[in-house]
């Protein structure tokens, strides 16, 4: 009995002693690591060219969850139609193969650096034109997989990509730039991308365009078919509004300038030919280099623009500028050729009266007692006229009826000077009312293609 309680006591000390000791050593859980990674990736392990099953393990597609964080958007060029964009893509998807012990939730998750180690989705941007990697100062690539055989990939990249554009509002549109990402190879029997539920794209927070703002982001699916299957795909249009304030205080101010500007020689006399000229001519050239400078930033399309409509109208109010020049000069010299006529046909009145006066008084001195048969022939003051002149003078002297227009008109008696009073009246309404009509059709438009 006492031998048998002295049994029992050395065991319990036994156990005591082990405990405190398996206390006091450490694990090395790094250790544990390389342990797991040669376990399951050990070579005849896992083979990288198979891909995982589908859902509970059947003969499924494998479901593959993706979501996007944008770093910085550089550059958004109307002419090449595309737009830069750096993004931290992430993946994630289920493979039952890569199941491990986390040893009571003390290794959270394996890291790997090297993507050909695992099987990987054939995933890439239909719409890229140029990419690349971030290698400095180690690339920027990793692979998480979690004890529950969840792998997590994740890249920085950096992406050209084309965005078509429509200008017709053009700068006062909207335009949707895509990003779009599909399987090359696997079909959706074998390979089914998804969005991440929640929050499956970010934007960072102080994102700075020059000339765009990002108004909102929207995801979608775009599966595409073909002659060898159906293919899976995602995609993010970022929907970006033209910031207006640049192209007011760079086009359309400066062009109004100009246009007033040209305005300016209504106001100069008529006889000042080269200062006319010159304004007018000045004005022209600075339009048309305003105008050619404009399309040269812009891709040649087969529309018209909101800014040709724009560049083009006031091209054509100095232009209409300068022809009115042309025409107050022709009337001027009109104006000064029927003066000339009616000088010469007062001169040849005075004289045509003055021989008449000579002859009658020549007959009245031969024949003095032809005296009282030759007094109607002339009137002298105080005598009635004719009935035909009488006549003639009411018509010639009858009164206009009233009118303000020519009644103000008439304080400008030569015709160059009216189209130069009407044109400084006339111009200005016109534009104003160029103006209510440009802005009110595009602004309503833009408003309507935004909802």
Known sequence: MFAMHKHTLFLIILHVVHVVVCTNVKINFREKEKEVLDQILGPGRYDARIRPSGLNGTDGPAI???NLFVRSIATISDIKMEYSVQLTFREQWLD????????GGRIKYLTLTEANRVWMPDLFFSNEKEGHFHNIIMPNVYIRIFPYGSVLYSIRISLTLSCPMNLKLYPLDRQVCSLRMA?????TDDLVFLWKEGDPVQVVKNLHLPRFTLEKFLTDYCNSKTNTGEYSCLKVDLLF????SYYLIQIYIPCCMLVIVSWVSFWLDQGAVPARVSLGVTTLLTMATQTSGINASLPPVSYTKAIDVWTG?????VFGALLEFALVNY???SDMHRENMKKQRQRQCELEHAASMDATSDLMDTDSNATFAMKPLVRHPGEPMSLDKVRQCEIHMQPDRPNCCRSWLSKFPTRSKRIDVISRI???LVFALFNVIYWSTYLFREDGEES
Request: with cysteine; charged share 30%; hydrophobic share 40%.
């Open 331 to 333: 009337a001027s010299r």
């Open 64 to 66: 593959v969850r993706v």
């Open 96 to 103: 039952e193969r890569l199941k491990f012990n986390d040893f």
């Open 426 to 428: 006339t111009f200005p």
């Open 241 to 244: 509004k033209r910031e207006f």
């Open 313 to 317: 109208v006031c091209l054509t109010f």
């Open 183 to 187: 399987s090359y190879g696997w079909t």
